[in-house]
């Protein structure tokens, strides 16, 4: 059966003023990562616990509609965490109130082996490390517009594992055999709407933060770099080519913590004016992707004069 206590199936930051997540991770700096991004994107209530243990304490008092778990942990894993958790499905525990309560592991696991080990301890989805803010925020709607009917057998407990685990984005898949004018069209407004969420998302998070620190500044590159790879699946060659501007940046600046914040906000900008244009306007998107080009430049260059 589903679980009968997820709220409406939306990530709009007002239909998550409802949800409450538990967020279980032994480092803090990850912790208060995933903390940010969630209370950026709109979620009412967020608390965190260290390790397993804690978080079982956790459960009584706050009873959460999602969890959010790393893998390796001091005292009691997170896999181990959700073995205890599915188990007072069968032998009920007072402290655990609602054992079908969906976990998403956060981790740098990825082998078949231990992605299938993770799913028989009962976990419903994956979150790869290093991650983005849309990368949790889709393992949210995931749960929520489509969560696994929760299963009590002799041999396993936990959400019906029929549907395969999506553990990392790809992008858009294609088939050779589409015609170019649509893969082109339905594809290339499908990406640009998935990288102007992922950029909202992470302009939220930093003005969570206060700003862009180094935390923020590796995030910002990691989703240059799956917007990059996003837009060159679909033929769109100017927003790749602003994507790939910021990485050249950071490159050259010898990694993210070396740049200059200004930079990152003047590109924010620019991306977002480049994903408002509407296929017609070429002229106006290669105008504004030459003006960046020409700041970033200019920024390396003083970089290299000062050094």
């Known amino acids: 059966m589903a679980s009968p206590n997820l709220p409406s199936a939306s990530v709009r930051p007002e239909a998550l003023a409802s949800l409450k997540v538990l967020v279980v991770d032994d480092n803090a700096n990850v912790?208060?990562?995933?903390?940010?991004?969630?209370?950026?994107?709109?979620?009412?209530r967020v608390e965190t616990a260290d390790d397993g243990m804690r978080a079982i304490e956790a459960l009584t008092r706050f009873d959460p509609h999602?969890?959010?778990?790393?893998w390796n942990m001091p005292v009691m894993s997170g896999?181990?965490?959700?073995?205890?958790?599915?188990?007072?499905?069968?032998?009920?525990?007072r402290r655990i109130p609602n054992p079908q309560v969906p976990v998403i592991i956060v981790t740098a696991h990825r082998s078949q082996k231990e992605v299938e080990e993770a799913r028989l301890a009962g976990v419903n989805e994956f979150v790869l490390k290093p991650f983005t803010p849309a990368?949790?925020?889709?393992?949210?709607?995931?749960?929520?517009?489509?969560?696994?009917?929760?299963?009590?057998?002799?041999?396993?407990?936990?959400?019906?594992r029929r549907r395969r685990a999506e553990i990392s984005y790809s992008g858009p898949l294609r088939r050779m055999t589409d015609p170019d004018e649509v893969v082109d069209q339905v594809e290339r407004t499908a990406t640009r709407e998935t990288i102007s969420v992922e950029l909202e998302a992470l302009r939220r998070l930093i003005s969570v933060r206060g700003g862009m620190d180094r935390d923020t500044l590796k995030m910002t590159y990691r989703v240059?770099?799956?917007?990059?790879?996003?837009?060159?699946?679909?033929?769109?060659?100017?927003?790749?080519?602003?994507s790939q501007l910021l990485i050249d940046y950071v490159d050259a600046m010898g990694g993210p913590?070396?740049?200059d914040p200004a930079l990152l906000d003047v590109h924010f900008k620019a991306m977002s004016n480049l994903l408002e244009l509407a296929p017609e306007q070429s002229k106006e998107a290669a105008k504004l992707v030459g003006q960046l080009s020409a700041v970033v430049k200019h920024k390396i260059a003083r970089a290299k004069n000062a050094a």
């Open 79 to 93: 896999l181990e965490f959700a073995r205890r958790l599915r188990a007072a499905a069968v032998h009920p525990d």
């Open 224 to 242: 240059m770099q799956h917007t990059a790879f996003r837009a060159r699946q679909v033929r769109d060659a100017m927003v790749e080519r602003a």
């Open 135 to 160: 990368a949790l925020l889709s393992r949210i709607q995931l749960v929520l517009t489509k969560p696994r009917p929760f299963i009590i057998s002799e041999a396993y407990v936990g959400p019906d």
């Open 257 to 259: 913590q070396q740049c």
């Open 66 to 70: 999602i969890v959010f778990c790393d």
């Open 31 to 44: 912790q208060r990562l995933i903390c940010d991004v969630l209370r950026a994107a709109g979620v009412g």
